[in-house]
């Protein structure tokens, strides 16, 4: 099974912007990987930010947005909140097997 | 409006079969596709599988074939997940999350059961 790969904890300053990454031990993450990210806070289901590279939901904050760059998924947060503190999990798809990745703390401070 | 509800918190001994089910309404239950999602205590998620309320099939991730069964109900709306052969290693969440034929996987989700596992 594939491994997908997050940094696991990155910090922000409030009103910052900051860039999650995700990478797959198969190579380069492309648009057929069908990335998603995921919003997790302590204690709560997980929310859908991202789905297929870059397509928001409508609860989306307009602040996130998705993207593939360098060899691997990417979702940037510009204009960070101190509500934005969270996990984050991007997912994969392997022909039809989902993958997620390990998640990367957010930290807004 | 869409809704998954989950069935309640479980104690299981290990060894021994969970069953649990996710409620869905608010939606034509056959059109959409559900997923199971479990998290351990303070771990990342981990996917599961997804079946299919139409026509009955199933998808597993490996590392829960032969011990996993999706199932599904019509008449009730509900989707049900038994896990087999039970560990310590299975306390966790369990979540259920929907898939749209527009949106996606995971438009919606469930609230989660908390399994335990232990003697």
């Known amino acids: 099974q594939a491994v997908v790969t997050q940094e696991p904890s990155l910090t922000v300053s409030p009103g910052g912007t900051v860039t999650l990454t995700c990478g797959s031990s198969?190579?380069?993450?492309?648009?057929?990987?069908?990335p998603y990210w995921f919003q997790q806070k302590p204690g709560q289901a997980p929310r859908t930010l991202i789905y297929?590279?870059?397509n928001k939901h409508s609860w989306t904050p307009a602040r996130f947005s998705g993207s593939l760059l360098g060899g691997k998924a990417a979702l940037t947060l510009s204009g960070a909140q101190p509500d934005d503190e969270a996990d984050y999990y991007c997912?994969?798809?392997?022909?039809?097997?989902?993958?997620f990745g390990t998640g990367t703390k957010v930290t807004v401070l | 409006q869409v809704q998954l509800v989950q069935s309640g918190a479980e104690v299981k001994k290990p060894g021994a079969s969970v069953k649990l089910s996710c409620k869905t309404s608010?939606?034509?239950?056959?059109?959409?596709?559900i997923h199971w999602v479990r998290q351990a205590p303070g771990q990342g998620l981990e996917w599961m599988g997804i079946?299919?309320?139409?026509?009955?099939?199933?998808s597993y991730a490996q590392n829960f074939q032969g011990r996993v069964t999706m199932t599904g109900d019509t008449s009730t709306s509900t989707v049900y997940m038994e896990l087999s052969s039970l560990r310590s290693e299975d306390t966790a969440v369990y979540y259920c999350?929907?898939?749209?034929?527009?949106?996606?996987?995971?438009?919606?989700w469930g609230q989660g059961t908390v399994v335990t596992v232990s003697s």
């Open positions: 079946f299919s309320p139409s026509v009955g099939t199933t």
């Open positions: 297929d590279t870059s």
């Open positions: 997912l994969l798809s392997y022909s039809g097997a989902r993958v």
């Open positions: 198969t190579g380069p993450v492309t648009s057929g990987h069908y």
């Open positions: 608010g939606y034509p239950f056959t059109t959409f596709y």
């Open positions: 999350a929907r898939r749209s034929p527009l949106v996606g996987d995971f438009d919606y």
